[in-house]
């Protein structure tokens, strides 16, 4: 049972990977209107929160590299997006978080900036591989449902993965 609760926090990652996929898929309707629309990352925000908490354990970053690999193929079908995304951002917030402070809201905040940049970084890098044509002022429409979607999973999920990243850290032998 050690063994497992090493791999707590990737299972768990793994599993919102496919709820996002599940999310976005039922609620559609919802998230996609023809003004604006949101991105469903619940895999953005436990990273990000993992990072922040866990911000001395390098395996996450491997880790990262693994559920980046997994998300190209499971939403894109290529490999180069999401593997370079989420290393990244595990890489840039465990090297910051050391200097951040540990409190609720300015976690919420690294979580909002974060959703942001890669909301930019993947519409860019759709647009440049042309996998879509979108011009940038339906993106700036997409920019507030984005960050209110983004604002709804980090309150209810954060005690989640601030809970994962201490309790359970990735590929550590504390047990």
């Not at 997006?81 to 990244?88: G, M, Q, S």
């Not at 919420?108 to 440049?128: A, D, E, P």
């Not at 700036?140 to 984005?146: R, V």
Request: charged residues 10%.
């Amino acid at each position: 049972m050690a063994i497992l609760r090493r791999w707590y926090v990737a299972i768990a990652l793994f599993m919102a990977l496919i709820l996002d996929g599940v999310l976005a898929y039922n609620l559609q309707t919802f998230i996609f209107h023809r003004s604006f629309s949101g991105s469903c990352w619940l895999t953005v925000v436990g990273i990000t929160l993992i990072a922040l908490c866990d911000d001395k354990n390098d395996a996450n970053i491997w880790l990262c590299l693994g559920l980046g690999i997994i998300a190209d193929l499971y939403y894109l079908g290529i490999i180069g997006i999401y593997t370079v995304a989420f290393p990244l951002i595990c890489f840039f917030i465990e090297k910051s978080a050391r200097f951040l402070p540990e409190v609720f809201w300015f976690r919420l905040l690294i979580c909002l900036v974060t959703y942001l940049c890669v909301s930019v970084y993947v519409f860019l890098m759709l647009n440049l591989t042309g996998l879509i044509q979108l011009s940038f002022a339906s993106f700036t429409h997409s920019i507030l449902p984005n960050l209110l979607w983004c604002l709804i999973l980090a309150i209810c999920t954060y005690w989640f993965w601030v809970r994962r990243a201490g309790d359970y850290r990735f590929l550590k032998k504390e047990y």
